[in-house]
């Protein structure tokens, strides 16, 4: 837990939402988990520059910056780069422990050097700022030694919050991508982490799997010149985390299981696979790190099947903060029931919840496709895939997404997901829809 004063801390909500009816024999059992953490105080910005120690969470900060030759390919990258981590120092509260780090195909400090971490003040700050301007492009890419550097530095801090941001304007051409895989997967659960990729140049999966991995955003910032602006957003949110390495542990009582979890609000990110035993019959899936916010998780259960006017609990669901010796710290609960009836009506009722984030998961996936099939020259599958997209971001109200879907499509008919692919479509416009495909829209309560 951070070390900060109780009276600080944030506090978790879990509200679950599901229709718990089942006719007989149903064994599937779905459900929507709200988890809000309210009451911190959202800590970023220079409000929060000089807390008193004690008022804020101890945190330590990475920034990664491609200083590789082709951010000088036009030099406002290479300038706007700068600028942005300026920006970014700039928003670091005073004590956070910082550093810079400047990646090619190798990863090297450039504040405050030595293998450790400075402490923001405005001394450090104006330090980092000057060394920035020494920042040059050449040399080559390879995202997971930065990745690799960030850790070390990182894990020499004692402290609640770990973060790091990477910055990246072309593919990952100078190490394999099981190098950078298994850097990714090493740093997994000891600091999170935002990736932006500049310019048009890189590949969003690559940008898109770092975020993932780290429990991090992604985005684009097609131009250099909305970096900075960017960059202060993302530390401020940075900042304002206060409880890290949050869980969701899922129990289920014998004959139950787990068929899938993801979380669907912000973002579409799936968690199945990144469970961890958590004793008998319960599983920890990771959240990452927490400040003044609300996310949505849909949680599939598979019960055994049982006749009418039986109920059962299918899983009991708990926020935690595991412990070191294995116990855990249990900030909030909620329940998933399962209820068998004859009722019709009661059994064949989607929960509105349930039924929102279904089709917001599969908004997610139709424009991944849509796109991986327009890149392969597939234009029916194309078109039939981006057309139910644009359909369900109608349907749903998801207008952002709508908006990108647009710029690849002309669309006919929305509500029937009937669209026309675009003759020609802007690199910046298909990358902005790829990395932004899995943004989802909050169901209207």
């Not at 082709?70 to 300038?79: A, E, F, G, L």
């Not at 004793?279 to 006749?307: F, I, K, L, N």
């Not at 039924?355 to 998961?361: E, I, L, N, S």
Request: charged share 25%; glycine share 10%; with cysteine.
């Amino acid at each position: 837990m951070a070390n900060f004063s109780k009276s600080n801390a944030p506090q978790f909500a879990v509200e679950v939402y599901q229709n718990e009816y089942l006719p007989e024999g149903g064994r599937e059992v779905n459900a929507i988990v709200t988890v809000t953490s309210t009451g911190g105080g959202t800590l970023g910005g220079t409000a929060a520059r000089t807390l008193a120690p004690g008022q804020a969470p101890d945190a330590a900060v990475a920034i990664m910056v491609d200083c590789s030759g082709s951010m000088d390919y036009p030099p406002t990258k290479m300038r706007g780069a700068r600028d942005a981590t300026a920006a970014a120092v700039d928003t670091l509260r005073d004590g956070v422990r910082f550093a810079v780090i400047a990646g090619t195909h190798v990863a090297k400090e450039i504040y405050p050097g030595g293998g450790e971490l400075a402490v923001a003040s405005a001394q450090t700050r104006e330090a980092a700022k000057q060394a920035l301007r020494r920042l040059s492009a050449g040399g080559g890419t390879a995202i997971g030694t930065w990745v690799r550097l960030a850790d070390r530095l990182l894990a020499t801090a004692d402290v609640a919050i770990r973060h790091g941001i990477v910055l990246t304007d072309g593919r990952n051409e100078h190490e394999s991508p099981e190098d950078l895989k298994a850097a990714l997967d090493s740093a997994a659960g000891r600091f999170t982490c935002d990736a932006r990729g500049v310019g048009t140049d890189w590949e969003v999966k690559e940008v898109t799997q770092i975020a993932s991995t780290l429990l991090g955003t992604a985005d684009i910032v097609a131009d250099p010149e909305g970096l900075s602006a960017d960059f202060t957003r993302m530390m401020e949110t940075a900042m304002g985390k206060e409880v890290a390495d949050v869980a969701l542990r899922l129990w289920t009582p014998m004959g139950a299981e787990i068929k899938f979890v993801k979380q669907v609000a912000p973002t579409v990110e799936e968690l199945t696979d990144r469970r961890t035993q958590a004793g008998p019959r319960a599983g920890d899936y990771p959240t990452g790190s927490w400040g003044d916010e609300s996310r949505d998780y849909h949680v599939c259960v598979e019960v055994p099947s049982a006749g009418i006017g039986q109920e059962m609990l299918a899983s009991r669901v708990s926020l935690v903060i595991p412990e070191a010796d294995g116990s855990a710290q249990t900030l909030s609960q909620g329940l998933v029931r399962a209820v068998w009836t004859d009722d019709m009506a009661a059994t064949t009722s989607i929960n509105p919840q349930v039924a929102h984030y279904t089709g917001q998961a599969e908004l997610a996936q139709v424009i991944q496709q849509g796109l991986e099939a327009r890149k392969s020259g597939d234009a029916d599958g194309a078109t039939a895939k981006l057309g139910r997209a644009v359909q369900l971001a109608s349907a749903s109200g998801n207008a952002d997404t709508a908006k990108l879907l647009a710029k690849v499509v002309d669309v006919v008919d929305a509500a029937a997901g009937t669209v026309r692919l675009k003759a020609k479509v802007a690199d910046a416009d298909e990358m902005t829809l790829e990395t932004r495909s899995t943004k989802t829209v909050r169901v209207k309560k």
